[in-house]
T-cell receptor, first 111, second 112 residues
Framework: TQLLEQSPQFLSIQEGENLTVYCNSS?????LQWYRQEPGEGPVLLVT???GGEVKKLKRLTFQFGDARKDSSLHITAAQPGDTGLYLC???????????WGAGTKLIIKP | AAGVIQSPRHLIKEKRETATLKCYPIPRHDTVYWYQQGPGQDPQFLISFYEKMQSDKGSIPDRFSAQQFSDYHSELNMSSLELGDSALYFC???????????FGPGTRLTVL
């Protein structure tokens, strides 16, 4: 069974600090998506990374896919209270594209 | 940009009743996925369709069925509802050009 370990599961930091969320697996994914989900709402796609070593930037968010396509990270620079939320990584299984989900990171940015 | 549309957004049913959830994928997306999400859990894959044919099956109970229609919208039919079926149900769509799944806002089903 393919697993995706996401850490930390909970993070509370002050506004202006930097943070990194990690998703690691022993298995290869065809791609990896990062989502943000608000309570009672559907996951909203932030980014898809496909190529090993790929780096994508979305304003203050930097996403990286590992060279072997087994792991990914989300780095937020100068976090703001509006970044508060649940962040989920999901890797696409290479044969059937089913999503393997990380446990999620609940992020709280204090003003 | 158009997103995935789900209806209804909220549904309340009694035990043993039936429910039908609808999903309208992003235009030109040919693949639809259904997920169930309980409180504090990640989405659990139920079933998917590609070009109106079932493409994959996950942890979907036998009491549930789904189909994709010629206009690519999909319906999830749930019968003999149980209390444990109360959850958020998400639909996601993707195109064969990419495996990125875009999620709808979900339907919150409450079974009383």
């Amino acid at each position: 069974t393919q697993l995706l370990e996401q850490s930390p599961q909970f993070l509370s930091i002050q506004e202006g600090e930097n943070l990194t969320v990690y998703c690691n697996s022993s298995s290869v994914f065809s791609s990896l998506q990062w989502y943000r989900q608000e309570p009672g709402e559907g996951p909203v796609l932030l980014v898809t990374v496909v190529t090993g070593g790929e780096v994508k930037k979305l304003k203050r968010l930097t996403f990286q896919f590992g060279d072997a396509r087994k792991d990914s990270s989300l780095h937020i620079t100068a976090a703001q209270p509006g970044d508060t939320g649940l962040y989920l990584c999901a890797g696409a299984h290479p044969s059937n594209y089913q999503l393997i989900w990380g446990a999620g990171t609940k992020l709280i940015i204090k003003p | 940009a158009a997103g995935v549309i789900q209806s209804p957004r909220h549904l309340i049913k009694e035990k043993r009743e039936t429910a039908t959830l609808k999903c309208y994928p992003i235009p030109r997306h040919d693949t639809v996925y259904w997920y169930q999400q309980g409180p504090g859990q990640d989405p659990q894959f139920l079933i998917s369709f590609y070009e109106k044919m079932q493409s994959d099956k996950g942890s979907i109970p036998d009491r549930f069925s789904a189909q994709q229609f010629s206009d690519y919208h999909s319906e999830l039919n749930m019968s003999s509802l149980e209390l444990g079926d109360s959850a958020l149900y998400f639909c996601a769509s993707s195109s064969t050009a990419t495996d990125t799944q875009y999620f709808g806002p979900g339907t919150r089903l409450t079974v009383l």
